[in-house]
């Protein structure tokens, strides 16, 4: 176990706490047993039940920061559904506004003014002109991909170590480095290793491993988050994105960052956080809040090349392969309309930031008191436990932060005590809806949990 913290302690709280939470949760337990007659594992979605050591428990509803269950349990939610709703629950703004245009029409398979207005202020805050939407960010990774390799004429991707893009074939892949031998698998069952085999994989933050990896000229797209946020987190090193980016224009290749998470950092993502340079944005997740939404924005020259090469019902010739009947629907992008204007908005961004601040303190301070050879993670609203003395730079180094023990133990025992903290790869994160007295309630029980696995 890093630091002091000690194994066998974390078992035992495990254990402790896991029977507590079975016993908060017999109404749960009660509605698993019969969803379980008609769902695998009992959930609608299997990652309802793979992302969690505990059982699943079933939501009745959902306020602001918080969501209670079905036993009557209240939690503070620090996780947000993985980032997918992080401008709280139940009634605000993006909720009156989905009412209103649910109540004119959801879907026509036509454009809504709303398509323009969310477009226009996407292009202001991301600074890529064109804008194209899906039902998920998994689906606009799955586009700009298929655009850059007709683009270019070439199959290759490259992505880095320890990257999540969604559950899509080209990114469910490990390994397939240069020198490598061998081409990278499939990262998951199911996944066909043709699908895999035109994907290179090569560590974050390593210009001399990303130019090998464009050296033949037969790369399509790097495809990368600004800064890694599935495993644990990982930020750019200075200047490595920029340069991953001239490598790619002078390889011939298209450069694509994925802001599903890191859109939520800053202000009109790190894109323009850092003034970075991108041939595609990718966002999802929190730009729908709840409603199912992905989009990506691309310059305008390959804008051009999507039109100059739409795919046409029954015509004899097919244009690429993108789109699909519920994408950009009058219901999503009424609601991503009410989001970009009436909450995501620079001053709440900035006062997430602070709050977020408050929460990476916090942790500082409680690794300080306990004598704990850590550091905390922080970017804009995010932060967390670093389980390592230095910051990781790559895969590698983060490892040690996603320790399976450490999470379990946390999970539970902060649920136990009305925190629903962050899956295990990721958070805890600041949403639009917290307030001090919210992280510093978060901070009171991470703190008790600290305490109990690190007393002697
Ligand atoms: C960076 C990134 N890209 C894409 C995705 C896929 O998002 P979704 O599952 O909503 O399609 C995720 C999900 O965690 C993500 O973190």
């Not at 194994?7 to 749960?28: K, N, P, V, Y």
Request: hydrophobic share 45%; aromatic share 8%.
């Amino acid at each position: 176990m890093p630091g002091r913290l000690n194994g066998s302690r974390l078992a035992e709280i495990l254990t402790r706490e896991s029977a507590a939470f079975a016993s908060r949760t017999a109404g749960s337990a009660a509605l698993l047993e019969t969803a379980r007659g008609v769902m695998p594992d009992g959930v609608p979605m299997a990652w309802m039940a793979g992302l969690y050591r505990h059982r699943p428990i079933f939501v009745a509803e959902g306020f602001g920061s918080c969501f209670r269950d079905v036993d009557g349990n209240t939690y503070l939610d620090f996780n947000h559904a993985d980032l997918s709703n992080t401008i709280g629950h139940g009634e605000n703004a993006v909720t009156r506004r989905i009412a209103r245009q649910a109540a004119r029409g959801m879907q026509f398979l036509l454009p809504t003014e709303d398509a323009i207005a969310v477009s226009q202020l996407l292009r202001n805050r991301v600074g890529l002109p064109m804008w194209q939407y899906t039902l998920s960010a998994s689906a606009a990774n799955t586009e700009v991909i298929r655009i850059a390799r007709a683009f270019t004429g070439r199959q290759k991707i490259v992505l880095f170590e320890g990257k999540y893009h969604g559950h899509i074939e080209p990114t469910m892949a490990e390994g397939g480095a240069p020198g490598a031998n061998a081409d990278a698998a499939p990262d998951g069952m199911g996944i066909s290793a043709r699908a895999t085999a035109d994907t290179v994989n090569v560590p974050f933050n390593d210009i001399p491993a990303l130019a090998r990896a464009l050296q033949d000229g037969d790369v399509a797209l790097i495809l990368t988050e600004p800064a890694l946020t599935n495993c644990s987190l990982v930020l750019p090193e200075p200047g490595f994105l920029e340069e991953a980016y001239r490598l790619a224009k002078a390889a011939g290749a298209l450069f694509a960052l994925d802001e599903t998470h890191s859109w939520q950092f800053a202000y009109g993502g790190l894109i323009r956080a850092h003034g970075l340079s991108a041939d595609f944005v990718t966002l999802g997740k929190g730009l729908g809040s709840g409603m199912p939404l992905g989009a990506y924005g691309m310059t305008a020259e390959l804008g051009g090349f999507v039109e100059r090469h739409r795919d046409v019902d029954v015509a004899q010739v097919r244009g690429l392969a993108i789109g699909g009947t519920t994408y950009g629907s009058a219901i999503t992008l009424a609601a991503a309309h009410a989001v970009l204007e009436d909450i995501l908005t620079e001053a709440a961004y900035t006062r997430v930031a602070v709050l977020g601040s408050r929460l990476a303190d916090g942790i500082e301070r409680i690794i300080t008191t306990h004598g704990l050879p850590w550091r905390a993670f922080r970017y804009g609203p995010r932060s967390g436990f670093c389980l390592a003395p230095e910051l990781p730079r790559n895969l590698d180094e983060a490892l040690p932060s996603l320790d399976q023990a450490f999470s379990d133990a946390r999970r539970v025992f902060m649920a136990n005590r009305g925190i629903w903290e962050a899956i295990a790869s990721a958070g805890p994160q600041v949403s639009f809806v917290h307030t001090e007295a919210d992280i510093d309630r978060y901070l009171e029980v991470a703190e008790d949990f600290i305490a109990a696995v690190s007393a002697d």
